[in-house]
């Protein structure tokens, strides 16, 4: 029996995807042996066998920017305009996502609706991220490509297509939510302080007197904190924040408890200079160390010391959240170590510390004040920061007055107490 020269193309696995080989091309048809790949593998062929052209390869004067290019061009764009964090973001969405499985000669244009779908399913089968990071994910996608729209890059219709992708919902097969943040006791934080070395005790004391964010407390300058404007006061302005588009400048006043906490770590120093650095919480660490130490220093660990001297170990002029996180945990760990089980410190997060002095704000003297504390345009947001209200209504359950207890008297009128 001859061969079929019009056989259709075949529906194949890639991993633990469906995808049809044509005319050099992948073309990705969701997770392997899931409904939604095969009525995209119908759909496909019933396209494929009405018009074959569709499908064949463009001129290379026609076939436009790969999705390559397009990812290459919009980081070089953002890169000096977009923070460190913000754009790691987009970094690992592109790297880990989007180019793994269409970076190859894929071009922009010939990404639609359902490869944006494959990669967020990618996202979900990762098991890294929440819910709601994927939805932002798959956002910054679209972002990327409505930029190359303004920059004649990408066809107008192709991100307009792409946003007809609708936001997982709680509960979407695969996802997991983000726990809400808790603010961190009082009494939790102190049981911690003395397993940490100073600079890291100093930065978490800031933070709890302040209610700034971790950002803004491991990013803070020298340059930044000004001590000639008031008598009382300093004024820590920092250089960038996360509310800046909305809110602009903001300015942090500091009084005498955190002055004192400052005052140490701003001496001697250049102003662009890091207030707390890793390279200062380490010198702590090892004086700490020493001073700790109960046997005598034998020669080979006197020789490691002079190799170590003279090639020193280079440390980062500032924090970042991962390692401020860390240092934290570190000290949590180092505490219970020697903590008997009913003093155990429960694991806890810096972001946790703005939630516990919004919290206290309120408690004081009511939302405004927690409002002005944390900085928010509105009081809903201070809401979710400020944890008090619980507290309230409880206090209000324990001393509620029935009004539909008449005391006995069928009249039905309440009597006074």
Known sequence: MPKLSNRPPKYSKLKQYAVVYYQGKIHYMGLYGSEESKVAYARFIAEYQSNPLLFMPKAEEDAGVTISELVAAFLDHVSPTLDASCFGHYRVIVGDFLLKLYGDNFSADDFKPSCLKLVRSEMIQSRRFFRNTINKYVR???????????????????????????????????????????????EVIIKTLPFMVPTIAVMVKLQRLTGMRPSETFNMRVGEVDQTRNAELWYYTPKSHKTERFIGEKVIPLGKPEQELLAPYLVGKAPEQAVFSPRTAMEERNIEKRENRKSKISP?????????????????????????????EYAIKKGNKTLSDGEKIPHWYPYGIRHSAGTAAEKAGGLDQAQALLGHRTANVTRRYAHSQLAIAEDMARNRLNPFDTGGDESGEVKAS
């Open 140 to 186: 910054r996608i679209i972002t990327i490509f409505t930029w190359g729209v303004e920059e004649e890059l990408v066809q107008p219709s192709t991100p307009l297509a792409l946003k007809a992708v609708k936001s997982l919902v709680k509960g979407y097969a695969g996802t997991f939510e983000n726990k809400v943040r808790e603010p961190v006791a009082d």
């Open 300 to 328: 080979s660990h006197a020789a490691r010391d002079i190799a170590r001297a003279a090639k020193p170990k280079q440390y980062k002029e500032f924090y970042d959240e991962n390692s401020y996180r860390k240092a934290i």
